[in-house]
């Protein structure tokens, strides 16, 4: 059983970057079938796809995002971060790491889509 965790400060100032990182256990990153997501929810809104980075270290944007998002990995911790640079308001959000089975870009269902998911991360952008 996969488990994911999010970490990192809950707030941030505007301008500045939100980094977080996800713990993974139960399988590696490196893994052939799975890919590892960035997915957030703002207040009111819907869970957004934000990026994917595959077991070869690839890495997919949402091209909404992609000006200022950055995923990373670390295989000898076995997890993965998230850096969106020059942050508004509008980004306060919960933010999610997730897998699922297979690289797919984007999803149009994402809680049903993706097989597993950390318990989620809020992050508040304000001064």
């Known amino acids: 059983q996969v488990q994911l965790q999010e970490s990192g400060p809950g707030l941030v100032k505007p301008e500045q970057k939100i980094y977080l990182t996800c713990a993974v256990s139960?399988?590696?990153?490196?893994?052939?079938?799975?890919?590892w997501s960035w997915i957030r929810q703002p207040p009111g809104k819907d869970l957004e796809w934000m990026g994917t980075?595959?077991?070869?270290?690839?890495?997919y944007y949402s091209p909404s995002l992609k000006s200022r998002t950055s995923i990373s990995r670390d295989t000898s911790k076995n997890q993965f971060s998230l850096q969106l640079r020059s942050v508004t308001p509008e980004d306060t959000a919960v933010y999610y790491c997730?897998?699922?089975?297979?690289?797919?870009?984007?999803?149009?269902?994402?809680?049903?889509?993706?097989?597993?998911w950390g318990q989620g991360a809020q992050v508040t952008v304000s001064s």
């Open positions: 980075i595959a077991y070869d270290g690839s890495t």
């Open positions: 997730a897998s699922r089975d297979g690289l797919r870009l984007g999803c149009e269902d994402c809680r049903r889509e993706y097989a597993y």
């Open positions: 139960g399988d590696s990153i490196t893994t052939s079938h799975l890919a």
